[in-house]
């Protein structure tokens, strides 16, 4: 839709006729509807942009406006905005429709609706207009909506409340498609659309007797004003039938100049419209003033006038005049105050200033400025009294001194101080009163004392929190940007000042200083610069240092060490030498380390190398004086004293022991000699070699050393050095070690001998123990006999005594023992009363905890006593309650078959309804058929009515005889063998054609399992899938890939099944809300084919120029990427497409376990079949494979089109758009690829940019896959074993048609052979007792149809559709023991065990069958077998035992016994039980029994659950093809008035043709054509048995029936009628819509289907 200019349009409106041709009337009557269409969507434009105008904001387009008004939120916001006070915005429900937007329409909408409503009847609009509230919500009747908006919006504008709506009619174009899906929704609406131009006259008409006379008054001042005289319009205006305000006769001539002037403008307006209304549709107020316009220019002069005023007395700056003129009532300034007078003229004088510099001349306030003006200044007052009361109130908390105080006060927003930290408020509090001490204002501190002060506190407190986080760059930025003002900060030092505080901060936290104060902070600054400062001057003294190193000379060395900016410690100027050298040597190190030459020494290696000098001149000293020691004591002699100095630690000589003193005294004493026989130099100087690198040199005489040579030293040569002393200690003391050594061995010699010594002593007692252990027997024996002796004696002494103290010694120790019990009796007794709760506390926790241990040694261990199983005996019980849940989920069960089945069939005559509409529209053919057949299911329902069933039952297979019964049971058991036999019909299955296979499934044998309505049968199914899809790997897959572009039987069953009724919900809840989302997405548009995109753009540049493009508009995919335009939106269509595809993804990755377990276990199936089958295949290949089944055929359908598969909720012929198509297909189609892991190719270049994409997405469905296929076995997920049926209490029941059990017998019968070979299987017995395939007649009952009836065929055919249940039983289970089978005769036997332990105590079975019973005992057995007689009387015909069972349970408890003894013999010899075990097995089966029965209970309510929602959710779709079928109605019944006017025109040439020829006057003239004619024309192909020049002997008449539609062709030959057949023209158009070009005809000729059409269209139907 857009607009248009209606003077410069060149489009013709509709209803015009453009062109010369005539119309036809079907033509004109379709422009007709055209037209409507066209002025109800100008009508929507109108409403939508008057709405638009009034609230000031967006609505939807014309074309959703009616869906965007349902809610009814813009309808109440528009309430709002013409009745305030009766609406108000929290009245509106959803206000931002974010309700609406998420879930829809919720009942509360209407609210909304009929706010609007009272809204209009509170303002007075007649309630002509008012639609209904189903009106909006439901859009039951949307045009009158919108009819009423028109006529509030001109109420509203003749009220002066609202602006006037706009005539858009011929101005707005519509594309076709929108007036034509308009179009569709009058028609759907079907009422009579509003007459939009009879608003006015209908409101004047509505119009009461005061507002009547409102109306006259205003139309005399619309004279007046064209009268032109002040006076005559001031009478006029002040006439009180008018209603005007405020008038004031001083300004009568302004009054006439204003309104003579609005009134001239709006007479021009409306003359721009006159040429299109007719004159009987304009509106009396288009050209005269309304009473709102006529006030809004009395109001317009009276504030003009007010103004001045103000202006003058702002000229003359009069405080009292300006006071005066703003409260002049006609101006309406609000809030004017006497005190702030001064205010007002100051803000006033200040304003107008500002304004006539913007404005260059002398600038005049006008009524708005004048009201914020007045608005600034007392808000401005009123912010000074609140500051000035906060400032007051600040003070005096500072006084009080109480922090929190203070703070609360600091934090008032009224006293506009910078940003305040409530946990500095002990820093706030201490710092303030400070300053206000300091302050010579009693008042306290002023408002900007405070602001600076708050300012710098604040800044501090962040600081102080800054540096508890010890985030130095943190700090960093806080002192550079706070405003504290520091002084001396340099910012090169930022680091070292952060670092700094951050330790500080810590110590006054650790000294108990809350904050760090401003001074503490510039404190910490200064001190930083200080040590700063002095690092610079040290290392200026570190470089003179290393220079004076490098010089050589240590004078300059010592010079620089001695720098007091060095501060180097330690240095003694008579070490300079050694400074000098170790500085040296320590720098050679560190170049030979690093590599670097110009390596220089640091502070604190200089400072360590001044200490180890030191630490040199020490030792050396020590070392010197020590070894003149040592010389001087070898002089004296003195062995001691030699020892002494040799052992002092100064000398440093090593291996000197205390024993070689007299040697080393000897030795050393020879050597200095010697020295003194070589000579003596005389001088007093000795030189020792320290560190083996500096030479140390000592005065002997002095005793003072120095590292410096002096001049013309010689070495006194009599003197022993070190060295010479270490040689000789080193000697001595190896010789001495070396005499030691042989001393050490004597302790080894002495360890031997104690070896030996201790063997020999070893060796006796061992002789001697052995000895001892050789006469142990004797030892023992002479020992026992004197015991035995001793023992003997005492005992008889004591037991003399005793003896003849027998009667006191008894009566003792009765007393004793009596008295001990009663007193231990009554002590436990009290205790017990004592602690009664207690012990009642422990006896419950005993019994439970023994029930527990119970219970699980019953679940858990491999043979539970019988003692256990007796406790839970009476699970096995069947209650009331039982029964009740059975009997409802047979009922359920069978509700949900039937809905199944009627469903199913609804769907497939609604799809053959849409067919057969299809194609009489395509053929316009008559509507007879069409009519036919939606009565045929209106009908349907009450075809299987409780009586046609009852007589059915009376009659049929379910009659009263013993044949008929024998048939029945025969039937029973066949089914009951098929259905728990998977292996049968899986067979069956592939032995015919797949047409004809899938259709058994989808009546036979999905009926057969009740459409998996419980989990019996669901197991069952799902065990007949599993057979089937492993049979058709086998016999039918050669290739892996065969499953994917085949089409297997099996896969396709499986998919169709679980996307029926029993997976419709897991498939709409996986998919629904992504889906929903995709659609409602008005945004979204995915379009990845580049032409496409060309084209879009092509239209776009066209319709924004209005020229036709110079671009070519068929182009090439590759022509179409050459233009960047279409590249960049094909990347953001892909972009959306990744997107909008990871959405989904993730929806389904997500809800793996939504997923129906059928479909997990089939793919787990699939998989491991096709891997047994295929080693060699990878795992990627199967998970191919199994995505193929759960994403493409299973998910895939439902995506690409939601509306088809129950996804998405539609209304009855509702459809989604196009573009909403191709976004989920477009989605649909990546998700395929990723899901196959296949890449686009060659073949679509513009989309490889996303193989990227889908390969990563590949891997996400593989993890997907992966999991999808872990699910347990269908045995372990749906609890079933062998026994299931036998302990189940229902009989499995089916509900199938007579059509279905007689379809199933000829196939089983007629494949018998191939499904089952050995011809002594079961199946063949059964069919053996059917005999063959009954006539339908047989089983519906003799009488059921009349052989005289013509129409036979089709009651018989609608008879075969009749459904009986079939209660499924086990023929082969065992009968009294007529039959063998040990599993029967197991179970019987396991109940009557049962019936007896229930009774009978006992340990074992064995203890209770060899035990009598009591006769307490036989009557509690007989009540209860009273109690179950009553119980199974009163139970449904279904549910009752069979008569063997009650017979078994009836016999007395002896009985029983016996006839379990009988069975247990019975069983053992089948190998079933072992009497050794005490019949242990059969006690394991019962418990199992029992867990089984807890289980099935469970199951039993979440199946009775699971069918109530599938019924529910069945009945919700039939709901849904009612509402089709109510549609379909619609449309017919719309043809079928069509088709009677039609009719009745060929009816009056059907009349004259009548009087003319005297035939009958509605009956068309048959047709006679040759057969060589029809041949001619190709009608006829052949005739079998005749030549081509014979087929002008044959004449073919063909005559219309009564029945529109069916024809009569007779055929003669020679003249003599041979044969006639009935024709449908329907079946015709059946065949060519089913491709069928040939049909045969007489079963000879050979008939063209398409020319036969062409023909009976254009004799009989005028096409």
């Known amino acids: 839709m857009y607009h248009e200019d209606g003077a410069n349009s060149l489009r013709p409106r509709y209803g015009s006729i453009v062109d010369d041709e005539r119309l036809s009337a079907e033509e004109m009557d379709e422009r007709r509807r055209q037209n409507i269409a066209y002025e109800y969507l100008c009508h929507l434009e109108e409403a939508k942009q008057w709405m638009e105008a009034c609230l000031e904001e967006e609505l939807p387009s014309t074309t959703e406006l009616e869906e965007g008004l349902r809610n009814g939120v813009y309808l109440g916001k528009l309430a709002k905005f013409f009745a305030p006070k009766m609406v108000s915005e929290k009245k509106i429900y959803d206000r931002d429709q974010s309700r609406y937007k998420s879930k829809g329409l919720h009942f509360r909408h209407t609210d909304n609706t009929v706010q609007w409503l009272r809204a209009m009847e509170s303002v007075g609009l007649p309630k002509i207009f008012y639609p209904e509230t189903t009106d909006v919500y439901d859009r039951k009747n949307m045009p009158k909506v919108i009819y009423c908006i028109h006529a509030l919006s001109l109420y509203l504008y003749k009220l ?68 032109g005289q002040a006076e005559g319009t001031m009478a006029a205006l002040q006439n009180p039938n008018a209603m005007l305000r405020n008038t004031q006769k001083e300004l009568a001539n302004d009054y006439q100049d204003t309104l003579s002037q609005a009134k001239k403008r709006k007479e021009a307006l409306a003359s721009g419209r006159r040429s299109s209304i007719a004159t009987e549709e304009r509106d009396v107020y288009e050209e005269l003033l309304t009473q709102q316009e006529i006030q809004s220019s009395v109001d317009v002069v009276n504030t003009f006038t007010a103004t001045q005023k103000v202006n003058q007395a702002i000229d003359a700056q009069d405080k009292d005049a300006l006071l005066a003129g703003l409260r002049l009532p006609d101006l309406g300034i609000l809030g004017v105050l006497e005190a702030n007078a001064q205010w007002y003229l100051e803000h006033f004088t200040s304003y107008r200033e500002h304004k006539a510099k913007d404005v260059g001349a002398a600038a005049q306030l006008e009524r708005d400025e004048i009201q914020r003006v007045v608005s600034s200044c007392n808000d401005f007052a009123e912010a000074e009294k609140r500051k000035q009361d906060a400032m007051s109130a600040i003070n005096a908390a500072i006084r009080r001194g109480i922090p ?43 408002h900007e004392e405070l602001c600076v002060a708050v300012e710098m506190l604040s800044a501090v407190a962040v600081l102080n929190e800054v540096l508890d986080t010890k985030d130095s760059v943190a700090v960093t930025e806080q002192l550079s940007d706070s405003p504290l003002g520091f002084s001396n900060m340099d910012h090169d030092n930022m680091q070292r000042y952060a670092d700094t505080l951050i330790s500080l901060r810590a110590e006054s936290l650790a000294q108990g200083q809350e904050f760090l104060t401003w001074n503490d902070v510039q ?22 240092i290393n220079e004076a190193m490098n010089s050589g000379d240590p004078e300059k060395t010592l010079a620089a060490l001695l720098l007091p900016t060095a501060k180097i410690q330690g240095v003694n100027p008579e070490t300079a030498k050694h400074y000098h050298d170790l500085l040296l040597h320590t720098k050679d190190l560190i170049c030979k380390r690093s590599g670097d030459e ?89 030189k020792h070699r320290i560190k083996d690198k500096y030479d140390y040199f000592y005065d002997l005489e002095t005793k003072k050393g120095t590292w410096v040579q002096p001049e013309d030293f010689i070495h006194d040569s009599t003197q022993l050095t070190k060295e010479d002393i270490q040689s000789v200690v080193s000697s001595v003391t190896a010789e001495y070690n070396r005499e030691q050594l042989w001393l050490a061995n004597e302790p080894l010699i002495v360890q031997l001998q104690a070896c030996i010594r201790g063997y020999l002593v070893r060796r006796a007692y061992s002789d001697r123990l052995a000895y001892l252990k050789q006469q142990e027997p004797r030892v023992i024996k002479l020992q026992a006999s004197w015991k035995g002796y001793k023992q003997r004696k005492a005992y008889k002494d004591r037991l003399q005594t005793l003896q003849s103290n027998v009667q006191t010694v008894v009566k003792l120790q009765s007393f004793v023992k009596m008295w001990r019990a009663r007193r231990a009796y009554t002590e436990r007794l009290q205790y017990f009363k004592d602690h009664e709760k207690e012990i009642i506390k422990i006896q419950a926790f005993l019994k439970a905890n023994k029930a527990r241990v119970d219970y699980r040694t019953l679940t858990g261990a491999q043979d539970p006593p019988l003692c256990v199983v ?96 024998k048939r029945l049971e025969a039937y029973q058991h066949l089914f009951y063998l098929l259905q728990t036999n998977p292996s049968y019909l899986a067979k069956l299955i592939f032995q015919m054609p797949q047409n004809k296979s899938t259709k058994f499934m989808d009546t036979v044998i999905f009926t057969l399992y009740n459409y998996a309505s419980n989990q019996r049968e669901e197991y069952l199914l799902l065990k007949l899938f599993e057979s089937a899809l492993r049979e058709e790997i086998k016999s039918k897959v050669d290739q892996i890939q065969d499953i994917v572009t085949g089409n297997p039987t099996v896969i396709k069953m499986v998919v169709s099944f679980n996307r029926g009724a029993r997976g419709q919900n897991a ?167 990723a899901a196959a892991n296949k890449l686009f190719e060659d073949g679509s270049d513009h989309l490889t940019s996303m193989n990227g994409y889908i390969s990563s997405t590949y891997q996400k469905f593989r993890v997907f896959l992966q999991s999808a296929c872990d699910v347990p076995a269908p045995e372990e997920k749906f609890n079933v074993d062998e026994y299931s049926d036998m302990v189940t209490l229902s009989k499995p029941v089916i509900y199938i048609s007579i059509e279905e059990i007689i379809n199933t017998h000829s196939l089983v019968l007629e494949h018998k052979e191939a499904i089952a070979p050995d011809h002594s299987d079961l199946l063949h017995e059964l069919l053996e007792d059917l005999g063959d395939v009954p006539d339908m007649e047989s089983l519906l009952g003799e009488g059921t149809v009349d052989p005289n009836d013509p129409n036979k065929e089709n009651t018989m055919s609608q008879l075969a559709k009749t459904e009986v249940s079939l209660t499924l039983t086990n023929k082969f289970e065992l009968m009294d023991g007529d039959d ?47 109690r179950r007689a009553a119980q199974d009387a009163t139970a449904p015909e279904g549910l009752k035992s069979s008569q063997a069972v009650l017979e078994d349970r009836q016999l007395p408890l002896e009985q029983k016994k016996r006839k379990i003894l009988r069975n247990l013999r019975t069983l053992e010899q089948a190998g079933l039980v072992s009497s050794s075990s005490k019949y ?73 043709k009548g009087e003319e020829k005297g035939s009958k006057k509605s009956k068309q003239q048959s047709l006679k054509y040759t057969a060589a004619r029809l041949h001619e024309k190709g009608v006829i192909l052949e005739i079998e048995g005749l030549q081509t020049n014979q087929l002008k002997n044959i004449m073919f008449d063909i005559a219309p029936c009564e029945e529109v539609g069916d024809f009569e062709i007779k055929a003669k030959f020679m003249g003599v009628e041979m044969e006639k057949v009935q024709l449908h023209f329907q079946d015709l158009l059946q065949l060519q819509y089913e491709g069928v070009a040939v049909m045969k005809m007489f079963d000879k000729a050979k008939v063209n289907v398409n020319l036969l059409i062409f023909l009976l269209n254009k004799k009989f139907y005028g096409k």
Request: aromatic letters at 4%; a negative charge.
């Open 404 to 446: 929190e105080e203070t703070v609360h006060e600091l934090l008032n927003p009224e006293a506009q101080l910078p940003i305040i930290y409530p946990s500095a408020g002990n820093l706030y509090q201490a710092e303030l009163f400070s300053l206000q001490n300091g302050s010579q204002k009693k008042t306290g501190l002023s």
């Open 870 to 965: 007796r406790k839970f005996a009476h699970l096995l019980e069947q209650s009331g309650l039982d029964l009740q849940e059975e009997q409802e989920m047979t009922r359920l069960r069978e509700e949900v078959v039937t809905k199944i089945r009627a469903n199913q069939q609804m769907e497939k005559d609604l799809n053959l309804m849409d067919i057969k509409i299809g194609l009489l529209v395509k053929n316009r053919i008559t509507l007879q058929d069409v009519v036919s057949l939606s009565k045929k299911m209106k009908t349907k329902k009450n075809k299987m009515s409780k009586e046609d069933l009852a007589m059915g039952d009376k009659q049929g297979i379910k009659g009263l005889s013993k044949e008929k019964r």
């Open 1480 to 1552: 242990q097995e059969l006690i394991n089966d019962i418990s199992k029994d029992i867990r089984y029965q807890r289980r099935y209970r469970q199951r039993r309510k979440a199946e009775l659950v699971k069918l109530q929602q599938t019924l529910n959710a069945l009945n919700s779709k039939a709901a849904f093809y009612q509402d089709q079928i109510n549609y379909y109605d619609t449309y017919i019944k719309t043809c079928l008035d069509n088709l009677n006017r039609k009719n009745a025109r060929r009816s009056i040439k059907l009349d004259k």
């Open 160 to 227: 002066g409340i609202a602006p006037q709506i706009q005539d858009l009619l011929g101005k707005v174009a519509f594309t076709e498609e929108e007036i034509s899906n308009m179009r569709k929704e009058l028609e759907k609406y079907g009422i009579q659309m509003p007459a939009f131009s009879k608003i006015g006259g209908i409101l004047a008409n509505e119009l009461s007797v005061d507002e009547a006379a409102l109306h006259a008054a205003v139309i005399a001042i619309n004279e007046a004003i064209d009268k």
């Open 1067 to 1233: 498939l709409r809840q996986l998919l629904s809300p992504v889906v929903k989302e995709i659609i409602e997405d008005k945004s979204l548009g995915i379009n990845t084919n580049p032409i496409d995109i060309y084209k879009a753009w092509v239209n776009q540049l066209e319709t924004a120029t209005g020229e036709a493009s110079k671009l070519p508009y068929e182009v090439t995919a590759e022509q179409a990427l050459s233009h960047e335009e279409v590249r960049s939106r094909l990347e953001a269509s892909n972009q959306t497409l990744r997107s909008v595809t990871d959405k989904v993804l993730s929806s389904i990755m997500s809800s793996v376990d939504t997923i129906p377990y059928g479909m997990r276990y089939i793919a787990k199936v699939l998989k491991n079949t096709l891997h047994e089958k295929f080693p060699d295949a990878s795992e990627d290949d199967l998970l191919k494979i199994v995505g193929n089944l759960l994403y493409y055929r299973y998910m895939n359908p439902a995506i690409v089109a939601p509306d088809g598969f129950d996804i998405i909720d539609m209304t009855a012929g509702g459809q989604l758009h196009s573009d909403q198509r191709r976004n989920l297909g477009s989605v649909a189609k990546m998700l395929q690829h």
């Open 523 to 544: 404190k910490c600054i200064d001190t930083v610069n200080f040590q700063v400062h002095e690092e610079h001057e040290r290392v200026i003294a570190i470089a003179e």
């Open 1380 to 1426: 063998m089978d040990m599993k029967g005769l197991m179970m019987k036997t396991k109940k009557l065990v049962v019936d007896v332990v229930r009774i009978q105590p006992g340990e074992t079975l064995t203890d209770i069958l060899e035990t009598p019973a009591t006769s307490l005992q036989e009557s509690e057995h007989a009540k209860l077998v009273e």
């Open 598 to 686: 110009s390596a220089v020494l640091w502070l604190d290696q200089i400072q360590e190398a001044v200490h180890t000098a030191n630490q040199d001149q020490d030792d050396a000293l020590k070392l010197a004086e020590a070894v003149a020691d040592i010389n001087r004591a070898i002089a004296v002699g003195d062995n001691e004293e030699t020892l002494a100095a040799l052992q002092n630690p100064c000398a440093g000589l090593r291996g000197v022991l205390s024993d070689c003193a007299p040697t080393y005294q000897t030795e050393l004493a020879q050597l200095q000699d010697q020295h003194i026989q070589e000579g003596n130099s005389g001088s007093m100087w000795v």
